[in-house]
C-alpha cells in the first residue's frame, strides 16, 4: 500500500521526491487534473486575463502615438488615425478616449479573471479537501494510532488553503507574466528590434538565479510546512487535554512545549526568508540595469532619428511595467515552492489506500449475526514485537452473553477490535455465522453490530444528534434507546431536553452520562450483536444493574460481548472468558470460577471483599 509501510516514516511526507534538483516538484502538477474538470472557468480565467494584459499595454501605446501627434503630427495605423479622428476632428480627444478605453476593458476582463481564478480555486480547494478526507477515514483505525491529530488537521486545512493560493493567484500570475511579455515583446520589437534587445537581454540573468533560489529554499519551505503541523498537534493537544494540564500546573511546562515547536517554525521561516530576500534584490539589481541602458540607447536612438519621441516614451513606460513581471516572476516562484511544500503532503493524504478491505469476492451480511466465533486467533499490533493474543477460542451465539475480564494489556480490547476488523489477526479465523469474517463486506458487518467503547466519544451537537448519528429513527425508536440505555431520565430533566447541547466530545456532560448516550446510540441501531468495551465503568452500581436488567430484557435475539474489570457488570454472563498476557487461562459461568479459586476468584475477592457474597 502506497504511503503506510511497516517502517517508521508518516505517510504524509514522502519522501521520493529530489529536493535539490527540482524548481518545481511533481507533486504540485497534479492540481491540474482538478482544474479539468472545470474547463468553463479555466478558458474564463485565461481569456479574461490575456485580454486584461493586453488593454494593459493600450493605453502606453496611445500615449506614445499622442506624443507623436503634439510633437509632429498624426502617426500610428491607419485604423487609429481614423479612431482619434472620429470624434469632432480633434485627435487629442480621441487620444484620451482610447486611453480611458484601455483602461475600461482593463477593468472588465480583469475582474473576469479574477472571479474565474478565486473560484476555481475555491473548487479545487473543496475537491482537495474532500478527497484527502474520503482517504484519510476509509483508513483502518491503527494507522492514527501513532500519528497527531494536529498533523493531519494541517493537511486537511493550512496545506490545502495553501494550494488554492497556487491555483487562485499563481495562475494568474504565469498568465500575465506570459502575455506581458509577449505582448510587450511583440510591441517594442515592431517599433525598434534594437532596444528590444537592449530591454530582454539582461533578463536572461534572471533564469540562474530563479534556479539558485529554487533549489535552495524548496527544503525550508516542506520543513516549514512540517513545523506548521507540529505546532497545530500540540495546540491541538494541549487544548483537549487542558484540565490535566491545570491538575498537573503544568501550564509552564505546555508553554515551553509550545515555544519549542514555534520556535522551529520561527528558524524554518526565517532560514527560507533569508533565500527570499537574497532572491528579490537579485532581481531589482537586473530591473535596474536593462531600464538604465534602455534610456541610454533610446536617447541615442532618439537623436539619431531611428525612433520616433513617441516611440521612446511607449518604450519607457512599457519598460516600466516589464519590471513588475520580473518582481511577480520572483514571487510567483517563492509561491510555487510554498505550494510544492504543502501538495506533498496533501496527496500523500490523498494517495492513502486502506490495507483492510472488502476481498474481491465479498458479500452483503444478510440477516443478524446469530453467532461469533474466534478459532485459535494469535494477533501482534503492528510494529511491535510482543504478541497480545495467543491461541483465542470461543463462541456465542444469538441471545448469549459472553464476559471477558483481565488486567489491563490482557488482550480484552483486542479480541473487540478484532471483530469490528479495525485490525487482521496473524493467524486463527474469526467467524460470523460459521463464515469467515472477510467473507462479508467491511460496511454489512459492522452495520450489524453496536459498539460502546470505554471512552465513549460524542460528536458536537445535541443529544439528539449524537443518539441518531447517521441513521434514520422514528422518535419513538429515539426514546426507546435512550430508555434502555438509562438515559431517558436525566435526558427529560435537563433544560432544553433531548436538544440540549454536548459541548466539544460531549464536555458538557459527565461521564456516565456520555457512555449512556453512547449506548443508546448503539442501541437505537438494534444490532444482533452488542460490544460493550468498558461501557458501564462510569456508570453508578445501581444504574448499571438496571441497564443490564433492561439489555436482558429486549435482547433474546441479540448476542452480547461485554469487556469489563467491575465484575458485577458480567455476573451474569452465559460464559466468562479470564485472561492473562494475551491467554484465556479461564472459562465459565461465574459461580464455576469463583469456586475455582483461580484469577477470576481473586478478583471477585478484592472488589466485593467477602466470599460469601458469591
Known sequence: MRGMGSGGGD??????????????????????????????????????????????????????????????????????QDFVTSFGGDPAVGYGILIFLGFFFLAIFQGISEYSWQTLGYKIQHDLRMDATKSLIAMEASYYDMRQTGQIMA?????????????????????????????????????????????????????????????????????QRESTGDITAVLENLISGISVVQAYNAEEWEAERVNRESGAYRDQAMGASQDRNRFIPMIYVVAGIAFGLLVTAGGWLAKEGEITTGQLVTFLLISTRMTMPMFIFGILVNQLQRGEAAARRVFAAIDLEPTIVDNDDAVELLGPIESVEFKDVHFTYPNTTTKVLSGISFRVAGGQFLGVMGHTGAGKT????????????????????????????????????????????????????????????????????????GALEFVEELEDGIETMVGDRGAM??????????????????????????????????????????????????????????????????????????????????????EHQGVYASQWTIQTGDMAGM
Open 509 to 594: 456532560l459527565s461521564g456516565g452520562q456520555r457512555a449512556r448516550v453512547s449506548l443508546a446510540r448503539a442501541l437505537l441501531k438494534k444490532p444482533s450483536l452488542l460490544i460493550l468495551d468498558e461501557a458501564s465503568s462510569a456508570l453508578d452500581a445501581e444504574t448499571e444493574r438496571r441497564i443490564q436488567e433492561n439489555l436482558l430484557s429486549t435482547g433474546s435475539g441479540r448476542a452480547t460481548i461485554a469487556v469489563a474489570h467491575r465484575l458485577s457488570t458480567i455476573r451474569n454472563a452465559n460464559e466468562i472468558l479470564a485472561m492473562v498476557d494475551g491467554a484465556v487461562v479461564e472459562r465459565g459461568k461465574h459461580d464455576e470460577l469463583v
Open 11 to 80: 505517510a504524509m511526507e514522502p519522501s521520493d521526491i529530489n529536493e535539490k534538483t527540482q524548481i518545481v516538484g511533481r507533486q504540485i502538477w497534479r492540481v491540474v487534473p482538478y482544474a479539468k474538470r472545470y474547463p468553463g472557468r479555466v478558458l474564463a480565467g485565461i481569456f479574461g486575463n490575456a485580454m486584461a494584459r493586453f488593454f494593459d499595454l493600450m493605453p502606453f501605446v496611445a500615449i506614445g502615438l499622442a506624443v507623436d501627434y503634439f510633437t509632429g503630427g498624426l502617426a500610428g495605423p491607419d485604423i487609429v
Open 414 to 485: 483486542t479480541i473487540l477490535k478484532l471483530l469490528m476488523r479495525y485490525y487482521v489477526p496473524d493467524s486463527g479465523e474469526v467467524l460470523i455465522n460459521g463464515n469467515n469474517i472477510n467473507t462479508f463486506t467491511l460496511a454489512s458487518v459492522r452495520e450489524a453490530i453496536g459498539f460502546v467503547s470505554q471512552d465513549p466519544f460524542l460528536f458536537y451537537g445535541s443529544i439528539r444528534d449524537n443518539v441518531k448519528y447517521n441513521m434514520d429513527a422514528e422518535e419513538s425508536d429515539l426514546r426507546r434507546a435512550l430508555e434502555l440505555a
Open 155 to 223: 493537511v486537511l486545512s493550512s496545506d490545502v488553503n495553501q494550494l488554492e493560493d497556487v491555483v487562485s493567484d499563481s495562475s494568474t500570475s504565469i498568465i500575465r507574466i506570459v502575455v506581458t511579455f509577449m505582448t510587450a515583446f511583440l510591441i517594442l520589437v515592431l517599433m525598434s528590434w534594437k532596444l528590444a534587445i537592449v530591454l530582454f537581454g539582461p533578463i536572461i540573468f534572471i533564469v540562474p538565479i530563479v534556479y539558485w533560489f529554487s533549489t535552495s529554499v524548496q527544503r525550508k519551505y516542506r520543513k
